[in-house]
């Protein structure tokens, strides 16, 4: 009898875990995005006093309606920048932005690499990932999913010998970090799926997946 009502239990439990996983994971995910975003946005009410914008008169963490409100800030602020940036003297501002930060040493370099990936992923000419392709990884006999980035200038080529494609090998379950690898374009075999279809199968940690038919080499 006690082991009857353990497996119903047990069984019940598993399938409200099921049920309701994906909603917590989801509500997680969101509240730590949040968290994140407002930790930068909430500098923007700085103009406004401590005591108004955060608990214990201003000693204490920021009321979660003025987060919301710095965030509505930013969205603004960005919006408007876009708005800005259609514009000829809109452009010509922020031109000159850019070149007073490329002016400060150190700064300058830093930006520089922020903004050539910024374009590699939102430039609709070069994107960022071309196509999803199985690669050994690990090592021989492991196999991972990744995506092809760019193919290699002439000179790397010349100096390996072979034709060398850089390829990203995501995280699981988190894609925005990984591995890149620089391989022969004759080891890897082309996925005929497409590259949102390739994050789902990374993030679902492999239970998200479809029929991928496999070509003899990607084409890049």
């Not at 946005?41 to 955060?54: E, I, W």
């Not at 988190?174 to 994050?199: C, E, I, Q, R």
Request: with cysteine.
């Amino acid at each position: 009898m006690n082991r009857t009502l353990f497996a119903r239990w047990r069984d019940n439990f598993l399938a409200g875990l099921a049920v309701s996983l994906p909603a917590l994971l989801t509500l997680f995910i969101v509240l730590w995005v949040f968290g994140s975003i407002a930790n930068l946005t909430d500098k923007l009410l700085f103009f406004l006093p401590k005591g108004l914008t955060h608990s214990e008169e201003g000693r204490g963490s920021i009321y979660w309606y003025w987060s919301l409100v710095a965030l509505a800030l930013a969205v603004t602020l960005v919006t408007f920048t876009g708005l800005l940036a259609r514009y000829y003297i809109g452009r010509r501002m922020i031109a000159w932005t850019e070149g007073v930060i490329m002016r400060v040493p150190m700064v300058n370099r830093i930006y520089g690499v922020i903004k050539q990936v910024n374009e590699a992923f939102t430039s609709n000419k070069n994107n960022a990932f071309k196509t999803v392709v199985l690669v050994e990884f690990p090592r021989e006999g492991l196999y991972s999913v990744g995506f092809v980035t760019a193919e290699q200038p002439a000179g790397v080529q010349a100096n390996a010998g072979e034709h060398l494609v850089c390829v990203f090998i995501p995280t699981t379950p988190n894609p925005t970090s990984g591995f890149l690898v620089m391989v022969s374009a004759d080891k890897l075999k082309k996925l005929d799926m497409t590259v949102p279809d390739g994050l789902k199968f990374i993030v679902s940690l492999g239970s998200v997946s479809t029929h991928w038919p496999i070509a003899s080499s990607p084409s890049i």
